[in-house]
């Protein structure tokens, strides 16, 4: 079964960027679909981007496409999401997950392994 751990987060101010870092550790990491998803206080998880288990597909949420760009190494077990132009409305707390499958996928439900989040807080 796969561990997730993230870094990279942190206390930006906006037009700012940051770097998230998703490091697995387990089998068949390249088996995996890999998210990235985020919670802002009060609100509910939601989807920011997606890629497929050979890298070669994503897909984003409509308010962070031309700014986020997630992407895979598998032979560094590790997934990442660049984020640039950010603005107070990216505060949240991001988290990545997997899922064993083909298919990417933007239902949290639908991940099955989840890393336990790095803070990012983006100030105005």
């Known amino acids: 079964q796969v561990q997730l751990v993230e870094s990279g987060g942190g206390l930006v101010q906006a037009g700012a960027s940051l770097r998230l870092s998703c490091a697995a550790s387990?089998?068949?990491?390249?088996?995996?679909?890999m998210g990235w998803f985020r919670q802002a206080p009060g609100k509910e998880r939601e989807f920011v981007a997606a890629?497929?288990?050979?890298?070669?597909?994503?897909y984003y949420r409509d308010s962070v496409k031309g700014r986020f760009t997630m992407s895979r190494v598998n032979a560094k077990s590790a997934v990442y999401l660049q984020m640039n132009s950010l603005n107070p409305e990216d505060t949240a707390v991001y988290s990545c997950a997997a899922r064993m499958s083909s298919d990417i996928d933007a239902r949290p439900g639908n991940y099955r392994h989840w890393g336990q989040g790095t803070q990012v807080t983006v100030s105005s």
């Open positions: 890629i497929s288990r050979n890298g070669a597909n994503t």
């Open positions: 387990g089998p068949s990491f390249s088996s995996y679909v």
